[in-house]
């Protein structure tokens, strides 16, 4: 499942709802689908809709889910594991966490994350940048509607 434009999820959805034999309950459906599509794509992009963060937008490490000695870190763990459920985009890789430049630096700087030939940088001051190396240009994002023309692969659940 891709994210989409509202416009391109209305086609999809119309379809849909052409094609069953059960048309009012459909219909009900359908707009149910669209509505929620909507709401989706109005949300402000979070680094935690990307890769596991905690509420406070902090990465966390799936290396830290267990000790040394192999024993789980419970509060850790399910720390983590309720922040998978919060990923709404799949294959993205954290490429830095770099929280001493945020102390040196006008940019400030704090994370990039990548998939392909994209990378979304979020910085302390609430900006968040993305970047296709094919046109080397950063391009401000404040949506998810903002991300439709790259047709990032969602998580289905």
């Known amino acids: 499942m891709k994210l989409l434009n509202a416009i391109d999820k209305w086609d999809e959805l119309r379809d849909k709802l052409i094609f069953?034999?059960?048309v009012n309950?459909?219909?009900l459906k359908f707009i149910d689908d669209y509505d929620d599509h909507i709401i989706l794509l109005k949300q402000p992009i979070k680094l935690g809709?990307?890769?596991p963060c905690d509420l406070e937008g902090n990465v966390l490490r799936e290396s830290l889910v267990k000790s040394k000695k192999g024993h789980p870190r419970?509060?850790?763990e399910s720390q983590y594991q309720a922040s998978l459920?919060?990923?709404i985009f799949k294959g993205w890789k954290v490429d830095t966490v770099d929280s001493e430049s945020v102390q040196h630096s006008r940019q400030s700087f704090l994370t990039v994350i990548e998939l392909g030939n994209?990378?979304?940088s979020f910085y302390s001051d609430g900006r968040v940048l993305i970047n296709e190396f094919s046109i080397h240009y950063?391009?401000?994002v404040k949506t998810l509607s903002d991300l439709t023309k790259y047709e990032l692969e969602m998580i289905e659940r």
Do not use: A, L, S
Request: without cysteine.
């Open 20 to 22: 069953t034999p059960n």
């Open 25 to 27: 309950w459909n219909y």
């Open 49 to 51: 809709q990307f890769v």
């Open 74 to 76: 419970v509060k850790y």
């Open 85 to 87: 459920d919060r990923v």
């Open 118 to 120: 994209i990378t979304i």
């Open 138 to 140: 950063n391009r401000e």
